[in-house]
């Protein structure tokens, strides 16, 4: 008997070693190559970098038309692993990080974000998958390999809006004092963002629901529009989304002046029929025929595309520098409180600035509501089609309940918060933030109240006014 057992456990043995040693050929012989052409084979820092993400072969679950190993097709691991790679595609996807090794060019700052707070966190590769794939274990100088070049990229890339040395790697970086805008067509944007003429009773215009003195917002659940009628979602604030990838929370607008035309045509929102009786309306106004000649040209016509573009070129300029937290980046110690220190450290510790980095602390992509734990079971109700998300414009399963990621600029002034309003205070949307959207699900009262006192520097100026002075 005991020999039986002995042989039956040095069968195992050899089969499991047999199946490693495979894998291990399998996984080499398949893995993503760099062109030969490829700029990445001659920069040290990001070829280091590619090589261990290879190594661990990340692609495998954060990437689709993958030659995935056999045991994909082996029934019951085969749907534990379809499990995983829905799971992997649904956190993050690889194929534009592996692009941009390809080109030579930088990830954008919300890849770099996301990789660093896994291999931070040392979460990746997954212990499961380590028990097949002994070599994708990352070593610690793969780690540090990975995150230097995260660094470094930051350095290179993204550290050109006045962040000190020792900042200029950090995910977060400041609001730029300005970003170039045509002079005429700010002052034209300006007066139409202003004018009720562009609803269609003349009750309402753009800043009805982003109320420059209230954080560009107008702190409702959702918005009041046309009538009195309620819209379905909560409204953005219209500040610093200049920085952002995409406009509206599903994203269908790719820009601000495609934005600026949407809720003045919505039925729920302003109201009105079609452009040319937009436009009919503010050629009624000999004012606006020199405003848009000046911005156009002498034979500019008032339609559509001038009026949103016009308004989008304002709105370029809502940007709000100079809050305490970006003085503290500019290397003035004192800006912020030591509460407030602790609070950014925990911010990246728990893996906040994996979604809300770059200048706006947010817009850079969209993310899925909900990565964590089940988010709308457990906050109840209709699943409405405004919680659809990027669905609602794509119609792939894969984009339901994603949106793009607000930014936290000025958070402190934009209350009710999430795309459904359902959170009141700053408090609460930290703690269903950590719940729903990281793995730390039960951080302490005291990280929240760190982290919320973090998010309190985060209001700037504008036009040489702080937003929180703006609102009393």
């Not at 028990?131 to 230097?148: G, K, P, T, V, Y």
């Not at 995910?171 to 170039?180: D, G, N, Q």
């Not at 009105?272 to 004012?287: F, I, R, Y």
């Not at 504008?462 to 703006?470: C, I, K, V």
């Amino acid at each position: 008997m005991r020999r039986l057992i002995a042989s039956l456990v040095g069968a195992g043995v050899l089969a499991y070693g047999g199946t490693i040693a495979f894998l291990t050929h399998f996984d080499h012989v398949t893995a993503p190559e760099l062109p030969a052409t490829s700029p990445t084979k001659q920069d040290p820092v990001a070829l280091a970098a590619f090589n261990a993400l290879r190594e661990a072969r990340c692609d495998y679950c954060h990437a689709t038309g993958r030659d995935l190993p056999f045991y994909f097709k082996v029934p019951v691991a085969n749907q534990l692993m379809e499990k995983d790679l829905h799971e992997g595609l649904r956190h993050f996807r690889i194929e534009p990080v592996l692009a941009a090794f390809d080109q030579g060019k930088p990830p954008t700052e919300e890849q770099l974000s996301r990789i660093e707070e896994v291999i931070t966190q040392n979460r990746m590769p997954p212990t499961m998958y380590l028990l097949m794939h002994w070599h994708a274990h990352l070593s610690d100088a793969e780690r540090q390999s990975i995150l230097h070049w995260v660094e470094e990229t930051r350095r290179k890339y993204y550290a050109d809006t006045g962040a000190a040395e020792k900042f200029a790697a950090e995910p977060v970086r400041p609001v730029p004092e300005t970003v170039p805008v045509d002079a005429a067509k700010v002052a034209l944007g300006r007066q139409l963002f202003f004018d009720k003429t562009l609803s269609g009773d003349g009750t309402l215009n753009c800043a009805s629901c982003h109320d420059l003195n209230h954080g560009g917002v107008d702190h409702l659940t959702t918005a009041t529009g046309i009538g009195g009628q309620k819209g379905p979602i909560n409204v953005p604030t219209v500040y610093d989304a200049y920085f952002k990838v995409a406009q509206f929370w599903n994203g269908r607008a790719a820009d601000l002046a495609e934005q600026a035309g949407g809720p003045v045509m919505n039925p729920v929102e302003m109201g009105s029929h079609d452009w040319p009786g937009v436009a009919a309306k503010l050629q009624a106004n000999p004012e606006y025929t020199e405003l848009f000649q000046s911005a156009f040209g002498p034979n500019a016509s008032i339609d559509q595309n001038t009026i949103t573009t016009a308004i989008a070129e304002f709105e370029k300029t809502l940007i709000t520098p100079d809050s305490p937290f970006d003085e503290y980046l500019k290397g003035n110690a004192t800006a912020i409180s030591d509460q407030a220190k602790r609070g950014y450290e925990t911010f990246k510790r728990i893996g906040c600035s994996g979604c809300h980095s770059g200048i706006a602390l947010g817009g850079g992509a969209y993310e899925a509501m909900g990565l964590e734990g089940d988010y709308f079971k457990d906050r109840g109700g209709k699943v409405t089609d405004a919680d659809e998300g990027r669905y609602a414009v794509t119609h792939n399963n894969d984009d339901r309940f994603r949106f793009v990621v607000p930014t936290l600029r000025n958070i402190d002034q934009t209350a009710p918060y999430f795309h459904d309003g359902s959170a009141k205070t700053l408090d609460e949307a930290v703690r269903k933030m950590a719940r729903y959207q990281t793995p730390d699900h039960d951080i302490t009262d005291q990280d929240v109240s760190d982290i919320v006192a973090f998010l309190k520097t985060l209001t700037g100026k504008y036009e040489g006014r702080s937003l929180a002075d703006m609102a009393q």
